[in-house]
């Protein structure tokens, strides 16, 4: 079993909460190891309550497992945390096209304007209003955009 197999198979398993993206374009897959017939997942979840984590895991040892693996291994860390710039591209670009504003990327410092001020998902205007900067998850916000008049929810920058 080759490594970038792997890595595909992990391509296919998507984040049970954000079903478009999936877990490495999410950012949550930190290390992947393959010995012979082994392979080991390090994960590191979007936040330590991630309600989702054990559908993750078993998610991804049943698609590891399907290409032949004979032992899999889905550990968690949280070293080093995630943070949202960990989004690959694509998976940003699918947030949005989701309807999910994709969250900005920082330096390691945050600011309200980096939750307040932002461009709508659905039209790309900027005349957006933060509603409540608490939405479904602890991860997001729920904005109006004063153009197309629709709300939509941010990704936050972690």
Same mark, same amino acid.
């Given at each position: 079993m080759k490594i970038a197999e792997v890595w595909a198979a992990l391509e296919e398993v998507k984040d049970p909460e954000i079903p478009v993206v999936s877990v490495v374009e999410m950012g949550i897959i930190h290390d992947v190891q393959v010995e012979d017939e082994r392979v080991t997942i390090?994960?590191? %979840?979007?936040?330590?309550g991630c309600p989702a984590l054990d559908l993750m895991?078993?998610?991804m040892r049943q698609r590891i497992a399907a290409l032949g693996a004979q032992e899999v291994t889905v550990r968690v860390t949280f070293d080093p945390p995630w943070n949202s710039n960990r989004i690959t591209?694509?998976?940003r670009r699918k947030l949005k096209e989701f309807g999910l504003a994709p969250p900005p990327r920082h330096n390691g410092s945050f600011d309200l304007i980096q939750i307040v001020s932002l461009a709508c998902p659905h039209c790309g205007s900027s005349d957006t209003t933060l509603e409540s900067p608490f939405g479904p998850t602890l991860c997001r916000a729920i904005h109006y955009c004063n153009n197309c008049q629709q709300s939509f929810e941010q990704?936050? %920058?972690l």
């Open positions: 390090d994960m590191t %979840p979007t936040f330590v895991r078993e998610t591209p694509a998976g990704f936050k %920058p």
